[in-house]
């Protein structure tokens, strides 16, 4: 499977960025959903893979179904790859960080990013914490908020 | 716990263009005993000693956030554990008197309730990041720190130990102090 340079994350809201400008560690928080309920015993986080400008203008007009809001109105975290493919490396991730590409309807650009549900609290809550710090490339803001 | 921890000096983390960083290296059993005299004299703290929150205005109070949103959240022990963290923490910036020039260019801490039931304090600088997990179970609270490569991308982390708080503390403000 090949995976383009960067990926990007959707931001719901401000709450999400610290002054407005860098990602939260909360943005990319690991959540057990019931709904997500795998084979492979992961976590997921939804990205979008970045193998073209499509990838962006998709995210940032995405609407709730609910309520037809715009969903990310803060904008979109861009990640790097080649640096998730080092935290991937660090003795205490390997085998329980990874990522995936999975299409869904509409969405061809989507995939996520999976972490082993049997991971420490201590080691999510770091590994969280080092996307936001050392894989975030740049913002981009939501042009479709009025 | 399975993570891995680390126990070496965070002091060692630092870079090489802070000019008097040396001058405010804090003794961990000195801020524990008597911190208001041990730090009198030095550079980066307020000679007269005047509690950090007399000194700052609101808005360079890095506890701001944490007082306006601790509310908000409704994380049970989490929260209460996090609350009594920051508590601890406010009363050695109180007793170290921070100078307010150097206080200026500290970023609030910023508080988040997350939907496993645990609470996070997160300390966000430029080329390193701090936090501090809250969870249900204390016993699997941790704190982290992060750097980027500028800073020789080193992550240190352990338990939140309640008996090793303080010079938890007085450590990291140490790092903080030295590459902010």
């Given at each position: 499977?090949?995976?383009?340079?960067?990926?990007?994350?959707?931001?719901?809201?401000?709450?999400?960025?610290?002054?407005?400008?860098?990602?939260?560690?909360?943005?990319?928080?690991?959540?057990?959903?019931?709904?997500?309920?795998?084979?492979?015993?992961?976590?997921?986080?939804?990205?979008?893979?970045?193998?073209?400008?499509?990838?962006?203008?998709?995210?940032?007009?995405?609407?709730?179904?609910?309520?037809?809001?715009?969903?990310?109105?803060?904008?979109?975290?861009?990640?790097?790859?080649?640096?998730?493919?080092?935290?991937?490396?660090?003795?205490?991730?390997?085998?329980?960080?990874?990522?995936?590409?999975?299409?869904?309807?509409?969405?061809?650009?989507?995939?996520?990013?999976?972490?082993?549900?049997?991971?420490?609290?201590?080691?999510?809550?770091?590994?969280?914490?080092?996307?936001?710090?050392?894989?975030?490339?740049?913002?981009?803001?939501?042009?479709?908020?009025? | 716990?399975?993570?891995?921890?680390?126990?070496?000096?965070?002091n060692?983390?630092?870079?090489?263009?802070?000019?008097d960083s040396e001058s405010f290296l804090i003794s961990v059993n000195d801020v524990v005993t008597n911190s208001t005299e041990m730090f009198a004299n030095s550079s980066l703290y307020n000679n007269d000693i005047v509690s950090y929150?007399?000194v700052?205005?609101?808005?360079?109070?890095?506890?701001?956030?944490?007082?306006?949103?601790?509310?908000?959240?409704?994380?049970?022990?989490?929260?209460?554990?996090?609350?009594?963290?920051?508590?601890?923490?406010q009363n050695i910036l109180i007793n170290l008197a921070v100078r307010n020039d150097i206080a200026?260019?500290?970023?609030?801490?910023?508080?988040?309730?997350?939907?496993?039931?645990?609470?996070?304090?997160?300390?966000?600088?430029?080329?390193?990041?701090?936090?501090?997990?809250?969870?249900?179970?204390?016993?699997?609270?941790?704190?982290?720190?992060?750097?980027?490569?500028?800073?020789?991308?080193?992550?240190?982390?352990?338990?939140?130990?309640?008996?090793?708080?303080k010079s938890?503390i007085v450590n990291?403000l140490n790092?903080v102090l030295r590459?902010?």
């Amino acid at each position: 499977m090949e995976y383009p340079e960067e990926l990007i994350k959707g931001v719901p809201n401000n709450t999400f960025l610290i002054d407005n400008e860098f990602p939260s560690a909360t943005l990319f928080e690991f959540q057990d959903r019931a709904r997500t309920q795998r084979a492979d015993d992961c976590t997921e986080e939804s990205i979008n893979w970045m193998d073209d400008e499509g990838a962006i203008s998709l995210l940032l007009q995405q609407r709730k179904e609910a309520t037809g809001e715009i969903q990310f109105k803060a904008g979109a975290i861009v990640l790097s790859r080649d640096k998730i493919d080092s935290l991937r490396a660090k003795l205490i991730l390997k085998n329980r960080f990874s990522y995936e590409r999975r299409e869904t309807d509409g969405n061809a650009y989507h995939g996520n990013l999976l972490l082993k549900k049997d991971t420490p609290i201590a080691i999510k809550k770091m590994l969280v914490s080092y996307i936001a710090l050392e894989c975030f490339v740049s913002l981009i803001p939501n042009d479709n908020i009025a | 716990m399975e993570h891995t921890r680390f126990d070496y000096d965070i002091n060692n983390i630092k870079t090489d263009n802070k000019s008097d960083s040396e001058s405010f290296l804090i003794s961990v059993n000195d801020v524990v005993t008597n911190s208001t005299e041990m730090f009198a004299n030095s550079s980066l703290y307020n000679n007269d000693i005047v509690s950090y929150f007399q000194v700052l205005p609101s808005n360079i109070d890095i506890f701001r956030e944490i007082k306006e949103k601790i509310s908000g959240i409704n994380n049970g022990p989490a929260k209460e554990n996090a609350h009594n963290f920051a508590l601890e923490f406010q009363n050695i910036l109180i007793n170290l008197a921070v100078r307010n020039d150097i206080a200026n260019k500290l970023p609030p801490i910023s508080i988040q309730g997350l939907d496993d039931n645990s609470v996070l304090l997160e300390w966000a600088f430029k080329d390193f990041r701090i936090g501090f997990s809250f969870e249900a179970n204390n016993d699997d609270s941790s704190w982290f720190l992060l750097t980027k490569k500028e800073l020789k991308a080193v992550d240190v982390s352990g338990s939140l130990n309640a008996d090793e708080t303080k010079s938890l503390i007085v450590n990291i403000l140490n790092f903080v102090l030295r590459n902010t």
